[in-house]
């Protein structure tokens, strides 16, 4: 479907299409959910609260697990509290999706912050749908809830706002203790349970209004007259925040003054459980007796603490209770423990066997369900680690284990796509992925592919189409070293995929693989991926779906991304012929559109060649789709670099053309809810190309802009071009401000370290400044060194071994010969400081007697710029030329006179400057010229 290509485009004229997909029952759920997070990239709110409102009346067409990760695409942007509330009450009662809900929802809980008033809102929303559940029939140690799922997020999101500092609330207290008290299972708390308790321990005041509501809470529930039982259930092992200490004494004895006389007794039950549990201390005994001098029943509570007293009937009950069942959860865990110590220990006495006979297949799969946990990852992951098994279970299970894996997966087929029935094909074997993790097992041994056949090749790439998250490791190996036997089968299903098209509901699963695979499954297919491209709209029916579409968009961007020229110039050559077959036909927009991805001047003259007559309506509407598809999304299509020298010259034609069928004049004015269409999203498609030209750096743009607005149709916004034109320029002109860091560091030193290439000349350029000036004036000058060097290689040497001397904290890496681009070696390189290194360049010639002035200016050309500087880290470089003396003058190449060294130079700057203008100022070049002769004394000095 066209899914996919309006969720990433966005291409919002096509939302309605996604709209109408979003609630549609009868698509598969993964469609849907592509069709809602495509609303949620068109920013179609209506669409999206409509789909809401869809489920919210017809939940149980949702089952699987697409729908909840939806979650964080709409919440809490698109959902308020209360209809989030009503669509978990939903989902809850239909029991479908139950099983995801707990791990989305803990996610969600992480994204949102936690002091917004959308979490506390949801923070009691949780509270009450737990409450509103709590089953008639409860136990008082095993309360449950219809909704006891929400309890773990619930804890999390409570956790949190507590350490972000949320204030002591009614309602967050609450919060805790319904967490707390619904979540407990077989006795055993959850991680976020337990983190929620560590965080309480360390805040009193959350502690004192904790513990007095989780008592009401019991109280109310679990109504009980027995006041000793009452204060044990409350603050015992099961208690959110566990038995009470010493320092709870404090707020505990401020109850003792309460009005309230459930609030004191309770309270002084809780004094003697700490003044029992802590030595009886006679201070707080003290305290006691002083607190409750007018109480008589009070105090004779006190007295009667003071005397042997057996634990309650209730109390010892409940212990029993509790007791029991942890020994039966302990029981349950041993026995899985003890089972699985004694097929450890039979693995490790008798290999042999295990791995033989009837024994040996329910030994496999025992064996790859223990890797699998001791992994901590599921089975469908296909995880293997032959270290873990040598470690655990032995060298020799590890051993005779190898060949019944290699055995397992052979003997075990999986059935591709294609092969399947329509019903199962979203269904999948547990034998394969068993299958799956044997392979990955015997995969991991060195050599492995030399012992398979061709068919067990073609069998291993079947396994390989079974993972679910992307391609096996493997296959890349297969690839590599047995290309012919994977081809065969991934073509084969490709094409059988292709050719039943109108069976599938979504995506072709493999061309999705391909797409999201790495690049040694897209390059073998590739041949195979341009042969479905040149016959795509021939062999596809029922297009009006859409989903040939979506397809040919997928096919489109594996191609263009796989990095080979050839690949690209096919796509390109056939993108071109399919829209010069039919430019206004139903895949129009998605042709041009990878022309302009592989080719942008091509493009730009394919789209004003093929539509030149702005005043027929037809071709002005078709226009309007190509430019709103391609550009209306400020991006969608890249556009050329900034460094491409001809950048300004085809957004100068394309923004001609883009007014030339979107008039200014024709623009909406819009009142009201701004609900863009096709001719809103080609006005801002024309915006895009025009800021994309006023952003260009150099004089060139500046030349287009100028030339654009002396056009009558441009009069209008003329001046405003024009000044515009200028900031940019001013904007250009200024370099990007120091840090703090780098003022300080000027301070001491009087030197900034670059930070880019442009910035690193200049600072090269100041060395070898510093370097001429030396050579003549220095007490200790190497003049007579520098003077005897023979070639060019010697200057290297010594200039080398001065940047390095004399680099400080400006610059790093000084190389000599480094390989760049196509195998050239440069002769000096100088590297900025930082993670991402931007590099400068020297080129070093001699001016000797061989040496003309053309020569030399075809050097700067030829070597420093067109094969040192073409790599993006490389955008400046300095020509260096000596002067030994060699020879007096040089021929000037126009005027045929004598000139000097320093004339020679300025030559050879001129030349320069013309190459800067040629390459938009995407290069910059400085020539330096070190004059060793007499002569250079003066020239040299400061």
Request: charged letters at 25%.
């Amino acid at each position: 479907m066209l899914i996919d290509m309006i969720w990433h485009g966005p291409l919002l004229d096509c939302a309605d299409l996604a709209a109408s997909a979003a609630i549609d029952p009868n698509l598969d759920e993964s469609t849907r959910a592509g069709a809602v997070r495509a609303l949620i990239a068109c920013q179609n709110h209506e669409a999206i609260q409509r789909f809401v409102d869809e489920v919210l009346i017809n939940t149980a067409t949702w089952k699987n697990r697409p729908f909840c990760y939806l979650f964080e695409d709409i919440v809490p942007q698109y959902l308020s509290v209360d209809r989030f509330a009503t669509l978990l009450k939903c989902i809850m009662s239909e029991g479908g999706l139950r099983s995801d809900l707990n791990s989305v929802l803990n996610q969600l809980v992480d994204k949102i912050a936690p002091l917004s008033s959308y979490a506390t809102d949801l923070r009691n929303a949780f509270c009450q749908l737990i409450e509103e559940g709590i089953h008639e029939e409860i136990e008082e140690y095993h309360m449950t809830s219809s909704f006891g799922l929400f309890t773990e997020p619930l804890a999390k999101l409570c956790a949190r706002q507590i350490e972000e500092g949320a204030s002591l609330s009614d309602t967050l207290v609450r919060a805790c203790v319904v967490a707390s008290r619904f979540m407990s299972v077989d006795y055993n708390r959850s991680q976020e349970i337990e983190n929620l308790s560590k965080i309480l321990q360390r805040r009193l005041e959350f502690r004192e209004a904790v513990y007095w509501e989780d008592a009401v809470m019991l109280d109310t529930l679990f109504p009980n007259s027995d006041w000793q039982y009452r204060a044990w259930r409350s603050s015992g092992d099961q208690a959110l925040i566990g038995p009470l200490v010493s320092s709870d004494a404090i707020w505990l004895e401020s109850a003792l003054s309460s009005k309230r006389t459930e609030t004191r007794r309770l309270a002084l039950y809780q004094l003697l459980g700490i003044w029992r549990n802590t030595g009886r201390p006679r201070d707080l005994f003290a305290r006691m007796r002083f607190a409750t001098e007018g109480f008589s029943e009070l105090t004779k509570i006190i007295d009667d603490a003071c005397e042997p007293n057996e634990e309650p009937a209730s109390i010892r009950r409940s212990k029993a209770r509790i007791e029991r069942r942890r020994q039966e959860a302990i029981a349950k865990e041993e026995e899985r423990i003890a089972g699985w110590k004694i097929w450890r220990d039979t693995l490790r006495i008798n290999p042999i066997k295990s791995f033989s006979g009837n024994e040996e297949e329910s030994n496999v799969v025992n064996l790859i369900e223990w890797v699998s946990m001791h992994a901590k990852r599921q089975v469908s992951d296909g995880p293997w680690s032959s270290d873990a098994v040598a470690l655990v279970l032995g060298e020799d299970v590890l051993i005779h284990a190898l060949p019944a894996l290699k055995k397992y997966w052979r003997k075990n087929r999986p059935l591709l796509w294609s092969e399947r029935k329509p019903e199962t094909r979203q269904t999948f074997v547990w034998a394969w992925m068993y299958g799956l993790c044997a392979l990955k097992a015997e995969a991991a041994e060195a050599r492995w592919i030399d012992q398979l056949s061709d068919d067990e090749v073609r069998l291993a790439t079947k396994f390989a189409m079974i993972q679910f998250n992307g391609w096996p490791e493997f296959l890349d190996q297969l690839i590599a070293s047995r290309p012919m036997p994977v081809l065969d089968i991934l073509s084969r299903e490709l094409e059988a995929q292709f050719n039943a098209w109108d069976e599938v509901d979504g995506d072709l699963p493999l061309l999705q693989s391909i797409r999201y695979g790495g690049e040694a499954v897209q390059c073998l297919l590739a041949p195979n991926l341009l042969g479905l491209l040149e016959r795509w709209p021939q062999d596809l029916a029922n297009a009006d779906t859409g989903r040939p579409l979506h397809g040919l968009s997928q096919l489109i961007d594996i191609l263009t991304n796989t990095n080979n020229v050839d690949d690209a110039t096919r796509v390109r050559d056939i993108a071109r012929e399919q829209f010069d077959a039919e430019p206004s036909g139903y895949y129009a927009t998605l042709w041009l559109q990878a022309v302009f991805k592989l080719d942008f001047k091509t493009g730009v003259g394919l789209l004003t060649e093929t539509f030149q007559n702005p005043e027929n309506s037809s071709d002005k509407q078709t226009v309007l789709g190509l430019l709103a598809g391609i550009f209306g999304d400020r991006g969608s299509t890249p556009l050329p670099n900034l460094r491409t020298p001809y950048r300004a010259e085809i957004l100068g034609k394309l923004l001609r053309f883009s007014h030339q069928f979107v008039k200014r004049e024709d623009d909406r004015v819009h009142n009201g809810v701004f609900e863009p269409d096709t001719r809103d999203h080609a006005e801002s498609a024309r915006s895009a190309i025009f800021s994309a030209l006023m952003e260009t750096p150099g004089a060139d743009a500046r030349r287009v802009i100028i030339e654009l607005t002396g056009d009558p149709q441009f009069s209008s916004v003329a001046d405003r071009w024009r000044m515009l034109s200028l900031e940019q320029l001013a904007i250009q002109a200024e370099f990007e401000p120091y840090d703090i860091n780098s003022i300080m560091d000027f301070e001491k030193c009087h030197e900034i370290a670059p930070r880019n290439s442009d910035e690193l000349l200049f600072v090269t350029i100041g060395r070898l400044d510093d370097l001429a000036h030396d050579l003549h004036h220095h007490k200790f000058s190497l003049l007579k060194e520098w003077r005897n060097i023979v070639n060019e290689p010697d200057a290297q040497r010594l200039l080398a071994a001065r940047l390095n001397d004399k680099r400080g904290n400006t610059y790093t890496a000084v190389t000599r010969e480094e390989e760049v681009t196509e195998l050239n070696r440069t002769d000096i390189t100088l590297s900025t400081l930082g993670v991402d290194a931007k590099q400068t360049t020297i080129e070093i010639k001699i001016a000797n007697r061989h040496r003309s002035i053309n020569s030399l200016a075809r050097d700067l050309e030829k070597q420093l710029v067109d094969k040192y500087l073409r790599h993006e880290s490389c955008r400046a470089g300095c020509f260096l030329v000596i002067n030994r003396g060699d020879r007096p003058n040089w021929q000037h190449p126009k005027t045929n006179k004598n000139v000097s060294f320093s004339d020679l130079i300025e030559y050879l700057e001129s030349k320069a400057r013309e190459i800067e203008e040629r390459q938009a100022h995407g290069v910059q070049i400085a020539v330096f010229g070190l004059d060793l002769t007499n002569a250079g004394a003066a020239r040299h000095s400061y």
